[in-house]
């Protein structure tokens, strides 16, 4: 099932998962809020600014690896959002494996 939600980080400089809880998905696509004035970055725990940008509007999308034909699973839980401008975020749209 195709799902989407939004994610603000609420203090520039200071890193949030992009998600509170496990969400297991076959793809994932970020897109860079329309309204954003500053860059976002996207990655693990330590992710700052040093890290590759997505400018207002920017999406990018990652793919799981398949496995025997079936999808490994990306957790959302571990992907970390920084941003240079507070109150900035994403457009997360994603595929839920189950």
Known sequence: MANSFVKNVTTA????????STIL????TF?????????????DADVANT?????AN????????MYSG???G??????????DTSGEG?????QEIG
């Open 13 to 20: 400089g200071t890193a949030e998962r992009i998600a509170t």
């Open 25 to 28: 998905v076959s793809s994932v």
């Open 31 to 43: 897109r860079a809020k329309k309204g954003n004035t500053n860059d976002i970055y996207l990655g």
């Open 51 to 55: 890290y590759p940008d997505l400018d």
């Open 58 to 65: 920017q999406t990018i999308t990652f793919e799981a690896p």
């Open 70 to 72: 079936n999808h490994t």
């Open 74 to 83: 990306i957790d959302l839980r571990n992907i970390w959002i920084d941003v």
């Open 90 to 94: 994403v457009d997360v749209f994603y």
